[in-house]
């Protein structure tokens, strides 16, 4: 699966952005993570097959995963972003069904940053 991800870029604190993921395969699970310096990569948001999604706490009720499968796009709606959301996203996907286990395939990412 190869994924090519879109749609970084800066914006100040409150505003919003929308993460792409154009992928050459359908896979049942993608997920995007965020990585910030001298940090692990985190988990953010999980899409399982067409309709399930998962967030993280820190992400919940902000942020919104979403496919267009039509077009083998994976979205990612950021709104009311905030300075701590300034990371390198990555989209990611894995080729079974375990969506909670390791990813396999990751994009080059895309940078965000959200100032004050």
């Known amino acids: 699966v190869q994924l090519v991800e879109s749609g970084g870029g800066s914006v100040q604190t409150g505003g919003s952005l929308t993460l792409s993921c154009a992928y050459s395969?359908?896979?049942?699970?993608m997920a995007w993570f965020l990585q910030s310096p001298g940090k692990e990569r985190e988990r953010v948001a999980t899409?399982?097959?067409?309709?399930?999604?998962t967030y993280a706490d820190s992400v919940k009720g902000r942020f919104t995963i979403s496919r267009n499968s039509a077009k083998k796009t994976l979205y990612l709606q950021m709104n009311s972003l905030k300075p701590e959301d300034t990371a390198m996203y990555y989209c990611a996907a894995r080729g079974d069904f375990y969506c909670s286990g390791s990813y396999t395939f990751w994009g080059q990412g895309t940078q965000v940053t959200v100032s004050s």
């Open positions: 395969h359908s896979p049942y699970c």
């Open positions: 899409s399982e097959g067409l309709s399930r999604t």
